[in-house]
């Protein structure tokens, strides 16, 4: 397989950082978006406003330069704040001292990506809605979404990197022996905002990521550099209290003073975000293999997962990493990269699916829950008594590059050894003296 152009279809965040990697190696890279040049509009759309990058997206814009410039636009977060119905407030650190998630703006990454990959030499195509993959898997059609010309491109590698609704994806769907599964959550979400205070000051604490968790519901909120922060209601679409519930202002008032009365006044357009945004729609998408003919798969157009573990797009991040070391490692020879790059980033996505479902159950229900609470206690002492010995499974998964299928199945031991010492005799009385040593033997040799 000769490969020397490359078509990326999308213009997100996986597609523009792809290009880069695929630039440094040489290649003629063209990237094809549906959307006008939102730089040109100043209109990002899309979804969610910011979002948290964590290590696996340091290493990915690290490769390509660019780690420094986004540290200059995002607010490191070291923990949860907690907030309870009554107001009180509680801080879990998500690491170890100087760890942090980063809260970073969406459409300003993306733009500060697509000028960094233009100066490098990428070519973007804006208003360009790829609509389908001939059946080999070697030409893609195209169309002109200003003009409404059709035409056929036939690069030497087609790249879908056009997110969780790819319709290269879709393409790959007619095809033999394609596995394929997608997933509607019964919750949706919605955007809603905390203004910035006087001076651009901060209204809550800028140095956490919020969360209102309160069983089947929570709100989060994020901080944006500006002073104000983006929440999002995860809420269920239909039922006694869900999206569909809440009709009139009365109801959203009556809902907003029963569960989140601290953070209702902060928020003056609660009722135009709420009847004026949209409700997004949370999907999981698993799928194999990756590739069909010339054509292959990377980002949520691979994998979509749900939102709670913060790591769709450092998931897709990794899988540029992943691909780029592949490329070096095989010399160019794409007949063995596509192969080695599916079979290493599959499991490792279905890991991530599946932990971003258990963190959506610990994020709402169990940041509340006295046990989980404790267990959390438990977990963060062992480590840091034992740092070169314990890693806790939110730490392999935002602060280091572990696999994500190891992640997962030390989320499942460490959960069941935790579970364990809580019926000790006196555990509640002595766990952080005399019975540390035997909860971290416990925890370390199962
Ligand atoms: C509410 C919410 C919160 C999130 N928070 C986080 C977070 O905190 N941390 C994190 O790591 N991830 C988060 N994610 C996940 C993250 O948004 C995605 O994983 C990431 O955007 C995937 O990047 P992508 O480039 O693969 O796809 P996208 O960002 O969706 O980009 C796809 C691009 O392809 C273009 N496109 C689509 N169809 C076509 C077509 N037919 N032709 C041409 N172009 C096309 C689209 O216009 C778009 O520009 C969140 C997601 C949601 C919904």
Avoid at 41 to 57: Q, V
Avoid at 158 to 175: E, F, H, P, Q
Avoid at 335 to 347: F, H, L, M, N
Avoid at 417 to 440: F, K, N, Q
Wanted: with cysteine.
């Amino acid at each position: 397989m000769q490969v020397k152009n490359i078509a990326i279809m999308g213009a997100g965040l996986v597609g523009s950082l792809l290009s880069m990697y695929l630039k440094k190696h040489g290649y003629q890279v063209t990237v094809y978006e549906r959307r006008p040049d939102f730089r040109k509009t100043g209109n990002y759309g899309g979804r969610s406003i910011n979002l948290a990058i964590s290590e696996r997206g340091w290493k990915g814009l690290q490769g390509v330069g660019l780690e420094q410039a986004v540290r200059d636009i995002a607010i490191p977060m070291p923990g949860r704040m907690v907030h309870d119905v009554q107001g009180n407030l509680m801080f879990q650190p998500y690491g170890k001292p100087g760890e942090a998630i980063n809260s970073v703006s969406r459409g300003g990454l993306n733009i500060l990506m697509i000028d960094a990959a233009e100066e490098a030499g990428v070519t973007y195509k804006f208003n360009q809605r790829i609509n389908e993959i001939n059946p080999a898997g070697t030409a893609a059609s195209m169309e002109d979404m200003e003009t409404g010309t059709t035409y056929t491109l036939e690069p030497d590698l087609i790249i879908g990197a056009d997110g969780a609704y790819s319709l290269v994806r879709y393409a790959m769907l007619k095809t033999d022996r394609f596995d394929y599964s997608q997933a509607y959550e019964n919750h949706g979400y919605k955007e809603l905002t905390i203004p910035a205070g006087p001076n651009g000051t901060f209204l809550i604490d800028r140095d956490a990521l919020h969360i209102w968790p309160r069983k089947q519901f929570m709100l989060i909120a994020l901080p944006n550099i500006d002073g104000s922060f983006t929440c999002t209601l995860f809420f269920a679409l239909e039922g006694r209290e869900s999206f569909e519930a809440i009709k009139t202002h009365a109801d959203l008032d009556a809902f907003f003073d029963t569960y989140f009365p601290d953070v209702k006044p902060l928020m003056p357009t609660l009722h135009e975000d709420f009847f004026g945004n949209p409700t997004g729609l949370l999907m999981i998408v698993k799928c194999f293999p990756w590739s069909h003919g010339n054509t292959m798969l990377i980002g949520d157009a691979a994998h979509a997962i749900i939102p709670f573990y913060g790591q769709g797009m450092n998931c897709g991040f990794e899988d540029c990493t992943v691909l780029n070391d592949l490329i070096e490692e095989f010399n160019h020879d794409w007949s063995k990269i596509i192969p080695a790059y599916q079979v290493a980033r599959k499991p490792n996505s279905d890991a991530i699916a599946d932990l971003a479902k258990l963190n959506f159950i610990e994020m709402r229900d169990l940041v509340a829950d006295a046990d989980f609470q404790f267990k959390k206690r438990i977990a963060a002492k062992v480590a840091a008594a034992y740092p070169d010995k314990f890693i806790p499974v939110y730490s392999m998964v935002s602060f280091s590059h572990l696999p994500y299928a190891d992640a997962l199945r030390e989320y499942y031991r460490q959960d069941e050894v935790l579970s364990e010492v809580l019926t000790w005799p006196g555990v509640r009385e002595h766990w952080d003296t005399e019975l540390l040593p035997d909860i971290a033997q416990r925890l370390f040799n199962l």
